[in-house]
């Protein structure tokens, strides 16, 4: 990896590779919603004046196209952004599709022209869905805090968000709710659909019950894609380790 | 039969395969790519011990497989799943007629399922039912996220998937062992959503749907639909070995799929030769939730007995051994009232 540099010839101020990485963090595997950077995802930097080329891997060769898509073209949009940069390029490595989504990418060309003809629409549905589920595994992990604390479920309906003291689950939890648009003010119900209405009590365990489940899936997702990543790439950490 | 603490368990390898993914047999770097990336899953998930190298992991003999599953490996029926990629393998990864060589050598040790590609139209159609006939199949491995030509896979809500459907269930098919994969048309939804599998076990209630690998990545879906299809079953392949590398996950799995589907509806396998038998059995045998697991429905001796065969026995009409007796613990949505979900709870299942 090349450190920071500038060329001769041109101004404005040097990348800063912090910032790149800080950059890649913000974006986040659709489907495991985690960032880039926490999964290992990031493969390696190299900033040239101001130009700057990130070069992603995945677990597998196999994984899902219009994920690998949407997080190569989201690291494209977040390297632009980053003081500096006049040019980024993003490379995904090894994945039986790298050739399709790195000239997409490169040609700034949409999903749908970038596999002409396997594609009816772009990913805007694709990308909603897994924020949904997101969400909900978000909420079941603030919710399942307070019920090990010996809240009851029909406390919980009553729970505003305002009620619930400040803390990085939070945080996320919110920042979630806010992607899709839904209330995140201090008055409204902590516990919500993914269209941000309340739940009504006779369905409330049914859906703190489906929450848990897709907050296992979620979760379970990303350790294996972890395990596999590291086998992949023969990494020391992280492991498929004891969970 | 493996026995442990004075109980008996049949053992149906549900989901296990004769591959040759050699360096003669594959046709292009997708063919290598499938194969390193099955090689990945067996070295992440698989006790050291039992790791192959690599060449030996392309294509095993005869003597090896029948050694890992009936000799070491506990399995007293073992389920033939083809997996063709002819795209991918010259002669196929895995056929209906290099899996006959072994069914028709050890006719008892082996239940021979075939497999169809409705892209392959009229002809196809009468391809299975030529197999069928052949080979006396009474189920069906089908790989949605197969490449065919320019086609990155396909839907079993397809017209021509029904038409294939209803030739199973004309010709005696019951059972029906559907796997996604990471492509379908089109590339821009989900390949794993399980929406239609959904419509089809709803289209053809006589047939068994068997959603391998438990749906996953889409647990939340496999379960959804277990809920509403009375004939959706779940095929552990994949998730058993999860028991070793990260058993407070599976755990997790287990413990979902018995509260929302039931002990009737879950089915062992090994995905031979991805994982070997011998391991997996010994260790689910043994198995507790971790203490803080204390939320999911019981993981008792009946309840194993039926997962690792007796609930296949059910689905092929397989002989039990006398002295495999179990209890019926009572879970799932037939026994115990599940609370109502709300329909959104569903999101990702009916995005049609």
Known sequence: MTEATTTGGLTGPPVARSAVLEALGTVRDPELDESLTKLGFVAGLEIEGDTVRAHLRLPTYWCAPNFAYLMAADADTALRAVPGVRRAEVVLDDHFASDEINTGIAQRRSFQASFEGLADDELDELRTLFRRKALVARQQRLVKALVDAGTTTEELGRLRLGDLPPSPELETYLQRRAELGLDVSPEAPLVVDTDGNPIPPELLEGHLRFARLTRVSIEGNAGFCRGMLATRYDLATPTVGPD | ?352
């Open chain 2, 1 to 352: 039969m493996y026995e442990k603490d004075g109980e008996k368990y049949f053992v149906v390898d549900g989901h296990m395969h004769f591959w040759d993914a050699s360096e003669e047999n594959i046709k292009n770097k997708y063919g290598e790519g499938f194969i390193r990336c099955f090689y990945d899953y067996h070295k992440a998930l698989s006790p050291e011990e039992y790791v192959w190298p690599l060449e030996k992991y392309r294509k095993y003999d005869e003597a090896t497989l029948m050694k890992d599953l009936f000799e070491d490996g506990y399995v007293d029926v073992a389920i033939f799943q083809p997996t063709y990629l002819k795209d991918f393998y010259h002669k196929g990864f895995n056929t209906t007629e290099q899996d006959a060589v072994l069914k028709e050598k050890y006719p008892d040790k082996f239940v021979l399922n075939t497999s169809f590609d409705p892209r392959l139209g009229e002809g196809g159609l009468e391809d299975l039912e030529a197999k069928v006939r052949k080979y006396n199949c009474k189920g069906v491995k089908l790989y949605t996220a197969e490449w065919h030509d320019a086609s990155k896979g396909w839907k079993l809500t397809d017209p021509w998937a029904i038409k294939y459907l209803e030739k199973c269930q004309e010709l005696g098919v019951t059972n029906i062992h559907v796997h996604k994969g990471p492509t379908i048309w089109p590339l821009n939804r989900d390949a794993f959503d399980l929406a239609d599998v959904d419509d089809a076990a709803s289209t053809f209630p006589e047939l068994n749907f068997i959603v391998e690998h438990v749906g996953l990545p889409r647990l939340e879906d496999m379960c959804w639909i277990g809920i509403q299809e009375p004939n959706v079953y779940g095929g552990l392949a994949v998730a058993m070995p999860f028991i070793h590398t990260r058993p407070k996950y599976f755990g997790q799995v287990v413990g979902e799929l018995l509260y929302w589907m039931g002990e009737d509806r879950l089915t062992f396998a090994s995905d031979y030769a991805l994982w070997q038998p011998k391991w997996i059995v010994e260790m689910f045998v043994d198995y507790q939730y971790p203490p803080e697991q204390n939320e999911y429905p019981d993981l008792t001796t009946s309840v194993k007995k039926k997962i690792l065969g007796l609930n296949l026995a059910r689905l092929y009409d397989l002989k039990v051994p006398e002295g495999v007796t179990v209890a019926d613990e009572g879970t799932g949505p037939e026994v115990t009232q599940k609370p109502a979900i709300p329909q959104e709870a569903s999101i990702g299942g009916h995005s049609e």
